[in-house]
């Protein structure tokens, strides 16, 4: 198992500089979206601290920016699973690479959908549920998959071949040499590993430290 203790106090992989912080915020928040967020500001995402933003949030997305090192490289396809509100997407763009998102239909039907219109974000639906295929349109250089939901709350939780069958659809999608992030939404309890937290770990090792909740990266040989 994992030293909850070590993994809860660090951080550092998710943070970012001032600097950085003001260039995610110069390319994700205009007149647009302030409008939106005071219409909107009973829906989930502005709940969430999405929208109006906050300094976590958006520091988040441009610190997996870096660990990526999504500045420094070649344009590249990207896909982004269980986008949100899409400002990883639009963030990815703004460097030039080929971004594309998915979001389950009710997320889709949100309000946020102004925002992803507003950023001309390319999205389709997808739902990831235990141990069935996924199909995407193309293969990718580089897919994400930030705090994203596996599986609607009235069904199971992923259990460890499902994350093995997960991880391995995924890299059918993936060209040589390609990425899959996964930054889940499992916290690092206080006591004890709960049951997905549990799985996760048998399927594929202890997560990566300097993140605030379980993490994994690999890269398809």
């Known amino acids: 198992m994992i030293n909850l203790l ?13 600097g950085e912080l003001e260039w995610g915020r110069s390319i994700l928040f205009d007149g647009f ?20 933003p906050t300094d976590r949030k958006t520091a988040e997305k441009v610190a997996f920016i870096n660990y990526l090192n999504l500045k420094q490289r070649d344009k ?9 509100a899409g400002q990883f997407m639009k ?3 703004s460097l ?25 974000l390319n999205l ?14 193309q ?39 390609g990425q899959l992030f996964l930054k889940t939404n499992l916290k690092f309890q206080k006591h004890v590993v709960g049951g997905m937290q549990t799985e996760i770990i048998k399927a594929f090792g202890v997560p990566i430290k300097g993140f605030n909740s379980y993490t994994y990266h690999f890269t398809k040989p």
């Not at 070590?6 to 001032?18: I, V």
């Not at 939106?36 to 009973?42: A, I, L, M, Q, T």
């Not at 990831?128 to 995407?136: E, G, N, T």
């Not at 994400?144 to 093995?164: G, Y």
């Open 139 to 177: 293969a990718y250089d580089v897919i994400t998959l930030l705090r994203t939901q596996f599986n609607d709350i009235r069904t199971r939780e992923f259990k460890e071949k499902d994350w093995h069958f997960w991880k391995d659809n995924m890299f059918d999608y993936l060209n040589p040499g």
């Open 91 to 93: 963030l990815c763009k």
């Open 96 to 120: 030039g690479h080929e971004v594309s998102g998915t979001e389950v239909q009710k997320r889709l039907d949100d309000p946020v959908y102004k925002i992803h219109q507003h950023y001309n």
């Open 76 to 84: 590249c396809k990207i896909l982004d699973i269980g986008t949100g």
């Open 124 to 137: 389709f639906e997808l739902q990831l549920m235990p141990s069935k295929y996924a199909s995407l349109p």
């Open 6 to 18: 070590e993994y809860r106090s660090d951080r550092s992989k998710q943070n970012c500089t001032g």
């Open 33 to 52: 979206t302030e409008q939106w967020c005071n219409e909107h500001s009973d829906t989930v995402y502005a709940m969430e601290g999405y929208f109006p």
